[in-house]
């Protein structure tokens, strides 16, 4: 809600809009918005009238009052008559000794999903790629009133579909019947009361987002999801997203029941009657037809233009008046607005699988890529489908309103140099002959006006798929090669101003002789306007073509181009898509399992650094018998076949960036068991898409505000992080450990950079013979601890230790087998990716880790260790709080010598919620399990004693 405000605050913008107002259009106008009374709080009624046009600028002030300096307001909204969403206000009322919420997030699931959303198959026809909004809100904390009559507790619900009243109505009815089935609450009153009726009936104003009654607390937005419909089996889907993807200073007018732009769908027939049958002698609704004029899609820069001229949408009925309207179009463009016509270009030479039958996917992909350039793209965009044989230029104005209401986002960054890439790889021909044409403007435009900044569009134009500058102040460039982006200094393309710049103005010079040679050989004046045009051009050109080998040209030029070629989201995008991995020849794409071409716009500046090879092109039998190999190799690391799977799979999923499993991986081990070699396979493997980092990343604290995390930064981009040996004792932070593995934004700064936050990407490894000190016992340290033991050795074929039946797990050391990973690494690249096709990155755990995960956290959790070993279930039987106390810090020194004794604190919480809450310091039905002592021993003391 980016909109300029004429009203110094919220105060001030609904003083003037006050129905009382004198200056208030108020004829035949009910009030818009109210706001809530109590004169014992010193809050006054209030009346409001807002037309839909000021929404916007009230939204604003709303905001910054009620979310941003976090000021009460009590204003509630009237419902719209017939495009609003469905509105629902439910009110639960209980006894006084409720004392918490009754109703789960689950109870709300069950009551979207299997009782509105089967419900609303009844009212309408749904169809496919027409998703639409739920939001729920709900109140921190329920109401117990202080008169200790009764709890209150409610919820309010937005279904983001329009649907009238008398609909709505219909639907609550339906509600009534089957609610009681699926929620059991211990309410006090019945369903009826409990759904609003008012508000299905539009009677009743809404409280406005934000806004409370006075007095009590406000809603909050807790849930929020996106329906989809499946048309193949006619079931809806539920997706939950997080609450951040709203952005309420953008977004709030979606959380309002004044929002008219949420998906409208088509009534059912079988409830038709009775919706008719309901709504006969009201008023019927006017249809308002009116035509989507072309002057929406230009710039109308010449405001006495004829508007008798424009085009509507609905006239576009054959290929000349749809000509006629891209004509308008491109005559409307300003000299900058160049980029415009040349991606009209390259659209259209765009091949058939961009616009037949079956092209849907990638048809939606040049409407975003359109939509992204320019608005005003939409008519380039009907000129491609036009092109199939099955178009029905009927269907124009319904383009538009997909195009203005679902193009909204691009997926997958695609940008219109995703149009020039597709043109090039699938039209190259025509590709060129465009490039061509669109070049040859920019430089007649160098020569009519020579400047620096004309040569860099000129430039930008010829290379702006194949460079782009990421900081203009300290000039830092990158030049697109071999499928991904390559850090230059600029040096590439300074060397194509001398090189290829340099031949386009010397190319352009001798075609100019040709032209002259022409009119010299013909008769008469009447050319020697031309000839002289022709002949100060060609001398232009020869005197730009030699600027383009000084050193001081090529500088001035390439400070303007830094700025032309500037993108300021670069580093921002940088090796940001999870799903994709670059090798040398090609990407991978995981979440579509394909190898293609890299992408300017995939944004990767990270590679393997090794070739890819399909796993089904495997054929050579060298290749063979290094994949059999590599099997031999893992199942003598791993015998234990479970244990081999978890392996594969685990290394497997490093590929993707997607860290669905969030675990720490710890490869423990002694010497000559594989670890190494290993990790270096990943190495070779991986490239740079594997990091090595200190292990004190994890034993540390986080640098604080200002300082340099150069190792965590580091970690952008990377799928496989591997920490070696910590020193012995070493503890772990849980904190900074759960932040790395736990999948949300890290923040990072190197050194004399701006900081920058990024999602990680990467599996966090570490290879060690001595394990961390855990001092936390919180399940969210230790639900990601995976300990893998490597139970192999290798030996040395001399070696004094023989393999034997008794020693199954000893295998003899191939001492040149490290030499020769680099040939092993594309083919266990080429299994690892078939096998993350399978898996799509997740690892199922297996009992072998799991058992050494939980024998690791018993070792280092000493309170459950003690109650294991030290406490007993004995009927009548007490244990006293200092008792228990004092023989758990006789037993941990004992058993741990001078460590720090934890606090006795955690271990009364511990017996609490193994044996229920103590009571008076004691805990009844256990006992402490003291060591027997000897009674020969004990007899053989007393004697001493006596003599």
């Known amino acids: 809600m980016s909109v300029s405000s004429p009203f110094k605050d919220l105060n001030d913008f609904l003083a003037k809009h006050s129905a009382k107002n004198e200056s208030v259009d108020r004829a035949n106008i009910s009030p818009t918005h109210t706001r809530i009374p109590d004169k014992d709080l010193n809050v006054y009624p209030g009346s409001y009238i807002i037309p839909a046009e000021d929404l916007p600028i009230f939204y604003k002030l709303y905001h910054e009052s009620v979310f941003v300096k976090n000021r009460k307001e009590h204003l509630t909204e009237r419902q719209l008559c017939n495009n609003g969403p469905i509105a629902l206000d439910f009110d639960f009322r209980y006894n006084y000794d409720v004392e918490t919420r009754q109703h ?9 999903n299997v009782i509105y959303l089967e419900l609303l198959k009844e009212f309408y026809t749904f169809v496919a790629n027409k998703p639409f909004p739920v939001f729920v809100f709900e109140k921190q904390k329920v109401n117990r009133l202080a008169d200790k009559s009764l709890t209150k507790d409610g919820i309010h619900i937005i279904i983001g579909i329009q649907m009238d009243h008398v609909m709505q109505v219909m639907l609550r009815e339906k509600v009534l019947e089957k609610i009681g089935e699926i929620w059991e ?97 009201g008023t019927k609704l006017k249809k308002h037809s009116s035509k989507t004029k072309l002057k929406l899609l230009v710039n109308d820069h010449d405001e006495n233009e004829n508007k008798e001229d424009d085009i509507s949408l609905e006239d576009i009925k054959t290929p000349e008046i749809l000509k006629q309207a891209v004509d308008k179009m491109l005559a409307s463009l300003q000299p900058l607005e160049y980029y415009i016509r040349e991606i009209h270009e390259y659209t259209q030479v765009l091949p058939k699988k961009y616009y037949e039958p079956g092209s849907h996917e990638k048809n939606r992909l040049v409407a975003f890529a359109l939509k992204h350039t320019d608005d005003r793209l939409f008519i380039s965009w009907v000129m491609l489908r036009s092109k199939a044989d099955d178009f029905d230029y009927n269907t124009i104005p319904d383009l538009y ?155 001035k030029i390439m400070k303007e181009a830094a700025a032309i070629f500037y ?285 050494s995960s939980n024998k690791y956290r018993k070792g280092q959790d000493h309170i459950a260790a003690f109650v294991s070993e030290m406490i007993v279930v004995k009927i009548g039987k007490k244990v006293a709080k200092r008792e228990l106390c004092e023989q758990f810090k006789i037993w941990f020194q004992e058993s741990q010598g001078s460590r720090k004794v934890p606090k006795g604190v955690e271990l009364c919480e511990y017996m609490d919620i193994k044996f229920g809450k103590n009571k008076k310091n004691e805990w009844s039905g256990v006992e402490i399990l003291y060591p027997e002592v000897d009674e020969m021993s004990e007899i053989h003391g007393n004697g001493s004693d006596e003599h």
């Not at 689950?106 to 979207?112: E, G, K, M, P, R």
């Not at 490093?654 to 594989?674: C, E, P």
């Open 104 to 112: 789960t997030k689950s109870n709300v699931q069950d009551l979207i």
């Open 185 to 281: 609450l211990p309410l006090i009153n019945d369903w009826p009361s409990v759904l609003d009726q008012g508000i299905s009936k539009g009677t009743t104003n809404w409280q406005l987002y934000g806004s409370r009654k006075p007095g009590h607390q406000a809603y909050e937005l807790t849930q929020y999801y996106i329906i989809k419909y499946d048309s193949v089996d006619g079931e809806f889907t539920m997706d939950e997203r997080k609450l951040s993807e709203l952005d309420l200073s953008k977004d709030f007018n979606k959380l309002s029941v004044q929002y008219s732009e949420h998906p409208k769908f088509e009534i059912n027939p079988k409830i038709k009657a009775e919706y008719d049958k309901r709504v006969s002698g």
């Open 401 to 555: 309103n997909k195009w203005t209401k679902y193009f909204k986002s691009r997926p997958d960054g695609v940008t219109q140099r995703s149009i020039m890439y597709w043109a090039k790889q699938d039209a190259l021909d025509d590709y060129m002959r465009v490039k061509i044409t669109t070049r040859d403007y920019f430089i007649e435009e160098t020569i009519k006006d020579p400047n620096e900044y004309n040569y860099a569009l000129a430039l930008n134009h010829m290379y702006k798929d194949k460079f782009v500058c990421s900081s203009i102040t300290d000039q830092k460039w990158w030049v697109f090669h071999n499928h991904r982006w390559v850090p230059d200094l600029g040096q590439k393309l300074r060397l194509s101003i001398s090189r290829e710049f340099f031949n386009v103005y010397s190319d352009l010079g001798y075609k100019i002789t040709d032209q002259l040679n022409n009119y010299v050989h013909s008769e008469g004046d009447e050319n020697n306007k031309e000839i002289e045009y022709l002949r100060k051009k060609s001398q232009d050109a020869s005197t730009i073509s030699g600027r383009m080998k000084r050193t001081a040209e090529k500088d």
């Open 567 to 851: 993108d300021p989201d670069f580093i921002k995008n940088m090796d940001s898509n999870k799903y994709l991995m670059c090798f040398n020849n090609g990407v991978i794409d995981f979440k579509n399992k394909v190898f293609r071409d890299g992408y300017p716009q995939d944004y990767i500046t990270k590679s393997t650094n090794i070739d890819y090879i399909p796993f089904n092109m495997i054929s050579e039998v060298d290749d063979l018998q290094l994949v059999e190999k590599i099997v031999t190799f893992m199942e003598q690391l791993f015998p234990d076949k479970s244990l081999n799977k978890y392996m594969w799979d685990h290394l497997s999923s490093s590929l993707i960036g997607d860290n669905i499993n969030q675990t720490f991986n710890i490869y423990r081990g002694s010497g000559s068991n594989g670890k190494s070699i290993l990790t270096d396979l990943m190495t070779h493997t991986l490239g740079e898409y594997k990091a090595t980092v200190p292990v004190t990343l994890v034993t540390t604290d986080r640098p604080g505000i200002g300082g340099t995390s150069s190792e965590i930064m580091q970690l952008k981009g990377v799928r496989y992080a591997v920490m070696q040996e910590p020193k012995k004792d070493s503890k772990i932070n849980e904190g900074v450990m759960k932040e790395l593995t736990g999948g949300d934004p890290l923040q990072a700064r190197q050194l004399y950079c701006e900081s920058e936050t990024f999602i990680p990407q990467f599996d966090l490894v570490l290879c060690t013979n001595n394990l961390f000190e855990v001092n936390s016992n919180d399940d969210g340290t230790w639900r990601r601890i995976r300990i893998v033991d490597f139970e192999s050795k290798f030996v040395d074929a001399d070696s004094k230790e023989v393999i034997t039946d008794e020693n199954p797990n000893q295998f003899p050391k191939d001492k040149k087998l490290k030499d020769n990973l680099h040939k092993w690494s594309p083919l266990f690249a080429s299994m690892l990716v078939k096998r993350a096709y399978e898996t799509q990155g997740l690892v199922e755990d297996c009992p072998k880790v799991l058992a």
